[in-house]
């Protein structure tokens, strides 16, 4: 980890954030990840020389504890904080959860509230919403979120939640707008891989946007959506899928 941080320092990021929250049985059940849960001590000793190691701040990112038995996170924290890293962030999850189930929010609340805690503290699961990153600073006093899954097909939460924390309302996109910021993604996903590859990784998120949800008869354009190959297939799709569920709102 040690030579592995002095390799990323390199690359120039303005933080390193150590994962310590991976459930996937290949990393955690070897140990790494989340799979760290299960020996602190040696969670912590790495935590430390890799703070050491770097001069860029480092952070953590991690769950609350290997299962329910073990949610240890508030123990945790101000150990992990001991070790000089400058943020910790929390998935309110056990690693026996995986993703199922609801986060758990509350343990997050307590370490925060903890008068140990001098760092920020960053709250993650479930949020996927405006209206949800906004309760939860209001009822855990979070110093900031994270959204993973609620951006899946979905980049523009992000814009709307910062909307609704600065002005208490927020102007949803129009839809046309969504299309644009899809293919703007397809573009550039293309763009850093390769056509197909590029392909591939977008596509799921494709499959996940909130975007097409609930459209009556839907099914078999998804389909061919989910198996289109090349960049022209992928595009005149979205122009055939504005035009005909969309009421051809969108320029393209
Ligand atoms: C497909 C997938 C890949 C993920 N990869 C990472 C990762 O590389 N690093 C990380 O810190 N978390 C990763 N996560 C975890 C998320 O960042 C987040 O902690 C988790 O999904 C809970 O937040 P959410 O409910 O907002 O999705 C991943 C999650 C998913 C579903």
């Not at 299962?67 to 123990?75: A, L, S, V």
């Not at 924290?77 to 000089?84: E, K, S």
Request: charged share 30%; net charge neutral.
């Amino acid at each position: 980890m040690v030579e592995a941080a002095a390799i990323v320092e390199k690359a120039g990021p303005d933080i390193l954030d150590i994962n310590f929250g991976c459930p996937v049985k290949k990393v955690a059940g070897k140990g790494a990840g989340a799979g760290m849960l299960r020996d602190i001590p040696k969670m912590l000793e790495i935590t430390r020389r890799v703070v050491d190691a770097v001069d860029i701040p480092v952070t953590v990112k991690t769950r609350l504890g290997w299962d329910c038995e073990n949610k240890i996170i508030t123990d945790l924290g101000p150990r992990l904080q001991d070790c000089g890293i400058k943020a910790l962030t929390v998935h309110g999850r056990t690693r026996s959860q995986m993703y199922t189930g609801q986060a758990d929010w509350s343990l997050i609340g307590e370490l925060k509230n903890d008068p140990r805690m001098e760092i920020p503290v960053i709250g993650n699961g479930d949020i996927t919403s405006p209206e949800g990153a906004a309760a939860a600073f209001g009822s855990f006093g979070v110093d900031g979120i994270m959204i993973g899954r609620g951006a899946i097909g979905a980049p523009w939460i992000f814009r709307e939640v910062r909307q609704y924390l600065e002005k208490g309302e927020y102007e949803p996109l129009s839809d046309a707008a969504k299309f644009d910021i899809l293919r703007r993604q397809i573009r550039e996903s293309i763009d850093r891989i390769d056509e197909y590859r590029g392909i591939l990784h977008i596509r799921r998120h494709l499959a996940a946007t909130p975007l097409f949800k609930g459209i009556p008869n839907f099914r078999e354009t998804r389909i061919r959506l989910l198996r289109a190959e090349t960049e022209k297939e992928l595009f005149d799709l979205l122009d055939h899928i504005s035009e005909t569920f969309f009421g051809n709102r969108v320029d393209s």
